[in-house]
Antibody, heavy 116, light 113 residues
Framework: EVHLVESGGGLVQTGGSLRLSCAAS????????MNWVRQAPGKGLEWVSY????????YYADSVRGRFTISRDNARNSVYLQMNSLRDDDTAVYFC?????????WGRGTLVTVSS | DIVMTQSPDSLAVSLGERATINCKSS????????????LAWYQQKPGQPPKLLIY???TRESGVPDRFSGSGSGTDFTLTISSLQAEDVAVYSC?????????FGQGTKLEIK
């Protein structure tokens, strides 16, 4: 069974940094593309970033490009999101997801709160 | 960027009745390489992560009840719940995976009338 567990969320000051982690199990992690998707309180879903299994292809949403960095460690079955220069509107639950086209498996998410 | 627009924003349907949610993309998501529409539907219940229901516009994910169906092609898509059950109360969102950035509709809140 696919299992994704996010961690690393918390309260951070505006302009600060945070690193999210997602631990994966139950599937061949190294061959799967991974994504981060976020959801601001009471709002809809916003795709944030994508990385292929080999880490050769990466995409970012315009809203985070230049501030966020996605990475993965296939030996540790983990994907990460380094978030710098955080803004109030980055406040959201951050989900990691697998993708085989559609976003087929989701973690439960980790809450990031950015406040001055 | 492809803009995804859902209608309605909210919907109240009686138990056992049909629920229909529409999703329109600002450009076609039909892939010429496989002749499939790169469109997915997700269900999100309160306090839970989204769950994939439908991909390639009409293919049900494993374990999804057959009362859920997806249809449409090009730019216009529909999610239909043939006979609403109490456990179907949720927010439903469409998403295109034709191109980056991936984009979602704003979500449709489905309630019991």
């Amino acid at each position: 069974e696919v299992h994704l567990v996010e961690s690393g969320g918390g309260l951070v000051q505006t302009g600060g940094s945070l690193r999210l982690s997602c631990a994966a199990s139950g599937f061949a992690f190294s061959v799967y593309s991974m994504n981060w998707v976020r959801q601001a309180p009471g709002k809809g879903l916003e795709w944030v970033s994508y990385m292929t299994g080999s880490s050769t292809t990466i995409y970012y949403a315009d809203s985070v490009r230049g501030r966020f960095t996605i990475s993965r460690d296939n030996a540790r079955n983990s994907v990460y999101l380094q978030m710098n220069s955080l803004r109030d509107d980055d406040t959201a639950v951050y989900f990691c997801t697998t993708s085989n086209g559609a976003l087929d498996h989701w973690g439960r998410g980790t809450l990031v709160t950015v406040s001055s | 960027d492809i803009v995804m627009t859902q209608s309605p924003d909210s919907l109240a349907v009686s138990l056992g009745e049909r629920a229909t949610i529409n999703c329109k993309s600002s450009q076609s998501v039909l892939s010429s390489s496989n002749n499939k529409n790169s469109l997915a539907w997700y269900q999100q219940k309160p306090g839970q992560p989204p769950k994939l229901l439908i991909y390639w516009a009409s293919t049900r994910e494993s374990g999804v009840p057959d009362r859920f169906s997806g249809s449409g092609s090009g730019t216009d898509f529909t999610l239909t719940i043939s006979s609403l059950q109490a456990e179907d109360v949720a927010v439903y969102s469409c998403q295109q995976y034709y191109s980056f950035p991936r984009t979602f509709g704003q979500g449709t809140k489905l309630e019991i009338k």
